[in-house]
Structure formats: C-alpha cells, structure tokens
C-alpha cells in the first residue's frame, strides 16, 4: 500500500537531509512475518517447461488518452514480461494472501532443503522487491490490505 | 503440598528434561579461527572477525534481539611480548628449526582483563540509563589436562549476561565467551550458557581447525589461515592460505534447480581456480557420492601470478592442483574443494574433502 502524500513528501525530506532525523518507523520483523503477501490482480502469469515462471505485467494502463492514443498508433506492446526462476516462481505461487511470509520461508525450506536464515534472507528480499514493483501487496489478516 | 526438598528435585528434573531436550536435538555447529562449539539449531553466525590472534564471534537465535553468544579471544603471547622487535621476530623461527619448546609464556591477570570488560559493559548500562550489577566466581582450573584457568561471571544492567572468561595454557589465547539476552530469558540463557561451556573448544584437535556454519563444516589444517570468505545467500566460499599453497571450499545450495541448467562438471569449469579444460577428470566416490575428481599441475600463467601473490617467497611454492566437486542430495547441496599445493603436501585434497561433513 502507498503511503499518503504528506507523509512520502516527509521521509523523502528526511532521507536527503539526514540531520533532521526524520525518518519512517521501523518495522517489527516479528510483525512483518505475520504479514500475508497477496497477487496484485491485474498480472497474470504462465508456468513454463522448464520450471520458470513468467509474469505478464499489463502497460498503458494508468495512461492519458494521448498516450494511449499514440501506443496504440506505434504499436507498442501492452504488457511486460518478468521472468521468475524456479525458486521464484515456487514463492510466487505461494502468495496468494492465505500464508504468511513466515509459512511461505518455512515452505521454501523444505521444499529447497535450505538453512533457515538463508531462506528467510532470500524470501524477504524477493518478497519486498516484488512490493517495489507493485506486483504483491501485503495483508495483515486474510481479505484485508495492510 | 510440597516440601522445599521435594520442591528442588522437581527443578531438578526439570531442569535435567531440558537439558536431554537440547542434547537430543540436532545441534548446530559453529566452527571459526580455531574456536568451536555446539548450539540449538538455526543459530547462526551473524557477526565475526578475519583475525586469529584477536578477535570475535557473534551468533544469534533464530528469533533476532532475544539471544545472542559473543566469544572473544586475544593471544596471551603476543600481549605479553609487546611491539615486535628482531628477537620476537627470530626467536621462534630458531625455535622451531632446532626444535625448541615454546618460551614460556607468563599466565595473563584473567581478573583484571574481566575487570575491564565488565566496566565497558556497565558503562553501556549507565547510556540506557539502567542501574548494573556484576558477579565474579574465584578463579578455578578445569580442562582435560587442567590446561584452563577460568572464572566465571555474570551482569545484569541494560540486559543479562552468563559468561566465563579462561585462558588456555595449550593455544595461550584468552577467551571470554558470553550469552547476552533480556532477564526474561534467565532459564533458557543459563541452559545455552551450560551447553556452550561445556562444548567449547578453543584450539584445534590433531592439527586440524574446524570451520563450520551455515550447514558447511570442514576441516583445515591449522596452519592455513582464512584469506577470504563470501558469505551470500546460497553460496559459501572460505579461502586459505599457507604460503602459496591454497584451500577453497565452496558450497552452492538449491542443487537441484542449478543442475537442471547446467551438468556437474560445466558449473566447476566456470568456478574453477584454474582452466579445467587441460587437466586429466576421474571419478571417485567420497560420503557415499559420486565426486567430479581434476589433478594435474598449475599452468606457468597462474604460477607467476601466484609468485606475484607471494612476493615472491618460494617456500611450498605451489605446483600442482587438484580439486572435486560433488552433489548431496541430502542436503540439495554442490560442495566444492580445490587445492593449490606443493609436491610436498601430496594427499591434502584428500585430507580435506574427507573432513568435509556434506550431511
């Protein structure tokens, strides 16, 4: 979810001037775990052969007319690609706002035999890079945003 | 209603049940620059120095900001003998050329080194404004051999702290190890203060340094030193080095997906110290799996650059190389050793990768 505008206009403040310590709340990691990271709806995704997931990413969309108008008289494509690897698109797949980021760790554990710390590090950067890009939101009980 | 008596041999038994609950469980083990111990699962390293002589280890509980071991150590040796001068300088080359036992080295003030630590720690206290008590145990000799002098104590101020400081007459390093938790945790700090006393090793067993955490653990022979080390997520590299003579142990995790991509033997010629290509490839079994096994002898490009590396010093000046790389399935893992050694130092390859515990 994004933040109010006040708010992003205050840290974005705090961050280039340092000296004024203002600077956004920390997050509980304890909290974050609980956290139920949920598909942004409007992707659509395929699963391919070779254990790669590729995300469709619709473009244009929150475009101006004149834009739209002109992409469409240029032929430009309508959607992006992302291509996830294996391990990618198993947590992609789990992030349907039902698990936890701390179930969906545990699952990748398991299912990748990997040590606990090293999942969790790697589950929580990718998880958040998908934040960055809008492809996943996160809910804090099941239905609702956080 | 129970009696007092009754009442301590129910802590008794508690506290023997929990004891058995933590031994029976898989124990990780951490391994670094000498010092070893065992601690629950899914403790892990989090913070650590490059240095032998002085330094530290910090490893924490699963769950950050509840637990966390801190093991320092210092040479009591080279704290005795001050800023090093031509005679510290060949005193112990001599030595060890007619070989001489070790000068000995006079027993450091283990209280007044104590001391100090624990006013650096009261002095943290006193910042978060919390009021600091400490206590010292008298000073008791234990060891196999009564090769330590220890004392043990504990703090309470700001957090908790269970420690025990000794010096050990064997390797003459001073080690203060210590468990930092929050008073709540009294319990479950002093069950992980008795099992890390009571597991760690401050010196290596047989000539060989164990190196272990993250699910990798070998052993290296102790006079290699660690040159350096990546530790990434899903990748491990520890480098050694003895002279021109080299150890690298790699282990790749997610196995399974990298060798759906690529065959055992492509991923080692692009992670191989040397070009593969040239060099003779059996195949052997080592743990039970099979190992992409190279030797051969270091091409004239990478020896200058190895003589470049040294500067030039041509003792165990390396020549030949082996290396092997295999796949445990237990463990969805790729681990990798290769050897960069003198003629003299034949079957080190060997040494090594029989010490490395896939699973």
């Given amino acids: 979810?994004?933040?109010?505008?006040?708010?992003?206009?205050?840290y974005g403040i705090g961050r280039y001037l340092p000296f004024l310590k203002i600077r956004p709340p920390k997050v509980d990691r304890q909290a974050a775990m609980l956290l139920r990271p949920g598909r942004n709806s409007m992707l659509t995704w395929e699963k391919r052969e070779t254990g790669e997931t590729?995300?469709?990413?619709?473009?244009?969309?929150?475009v101006g007319r004149v834009t739209r108008t002109m992409a469409r008289f240029l032929k430009a494509p309508t959607e992006r690609q992302v291509e996830l690897d294996e391990v990618g698109g198993y947590v992609w797949e789990l992030c349907d706002g039902s698990l936890t980021v701390d179930a969906i760790v545990q699952r990748t554990c398991k299912q990748y035999k990997m040590n606990r710390r090293e999942a969790e590090v790697s589950v929580t950067m990718f998880l958040q890079m998908l934040h960055e890009r809008n492809f996943i939101g996160f809910y804090k009980k099941t239905g609702k945003k956080a | 209603m129970p009696t007092q008596v009754q009442t301590k041999i129910l802590k008794a038994e508690k506290r023997a049940a929990q004891n058995a609950e933590i031994s029976s469980a898989t124990q990780t083990v951490i391994g670094w620059q000498g010092v070893r111990c065992m601690l629950p699962p899914d403790w892990n390293v989090t913070g650590f120095s490059m240095d032998r002589e002085n330094g530290y280890l910090r490893v924490d509980a699963p769950a950050p900001g509840t637990m966390t071991v801190q093991i320092r150590w210092s040479n009591a040796a080279r704290v005795q003998k001050g800023p090093p001068n031509l005679y510290t300088f060949l005193?112990?080359?001599?030595?060890?050329?007619f070989k001489r036992p070790d000068a000995a080295v006079p027993k450091p003030d283990l209280k007044a080194n104590l001391e100090k630590i624990l006013k650096e720690t009261a002095k943290q206290a006193k910042k978060a404004k919390a009021g600091f008590e400490s206590t010292i145990k008298p000073e008791k000799t234990e060891g196999d051999d009564d090769e330590r002098t220890a004392i043990n104590f504990s703090w309470n101020g700001g957090g908790r702290g269970q420690g025990k400081i000794w010096y050990c007459a064997v390797c003459h390093r001073i080690i203060v190890a210590q468990v930092v938790g929050m008073p709540k945790d009294q319990t479950a700090m002093a069950l992980i203060a008795s099992q890390l006393f009571a597991t760690l090793h401050d010196h290596s067993i047989d000539g060989y340094d164990?190196?272990?955490?993250?699910?990798?653990?070998?052993d290296v022979p102790d006079d290699f030193h660690l040159e350096d080390q990546k530790l990434l997520s899903g990748y491990l590299h520890l480098g050694f080095r003895r002279g021109s003579e080299r150890i690298l142990v790699d282990r790749w995790g997610l196995a399974n997906v990298t060798l759906k991509k690529f065959t055992l033997d492509a991923w080692f010629r692009n992670?191989?110290?040397v070009k593969l290509k040239?060099?003779?490839?059996?195949?052997?079994?080592?743990?039970?799996?099979?190992?992409?096994?190279?030797?051969?002898?270091?091409?004239?490009?990478?020896?200058?650059?190895?003589?470049?590396?040294?500067?030039?010093?041509?003792?165990?000046f390396a020549t030949r190389y082996e290396s092997g790389i295999w796949e445990c399935p237990n463990t969805n893992k790729l681990y990798a050793i290769q050897v960069a050694h003198n003629k003299r130092s034949v079957g080190l390859?060997?040494?090594?990768?029989?010490?490395c515990d896939c699973h």
Wanted: aromatic share 6%.
């Fill in chain 2, 91 to 97: 005193a112990p080359r001599f030595r060890k050329l």
């Fill in chain 1, 54 to 62: 590729m995300l469709l990413v619709p473009q244009n969309e929150k």
């Fill in chain 2, 271 to 273: 992670h191989a110290l």
């Fill in chain 1, 1 to 10: 979810m994004r933040l109010p505008l006040m708010l992003r206009v205050k």
């Fill in chain 2, 278 to 316: 040239c060099l003779p490839k059996d195949e052997r079994s080592l743990h039970g799996h099979e190992c992409e096994h190279y030797t051969g002898s270091i091409p004239a490009i990478a020896r200058i650059r190895a003589l470049r590396e040294t500067k030039g010093a041509l003792r165990r």
């Fill in chain 2, 349 to 355: 390859w060997e040494e090594v990768a029989e010490r």
């Fill in chain 2, 210 to 218: 164990r190196w272990a955490l993250y699910d990798l653990q070998v």
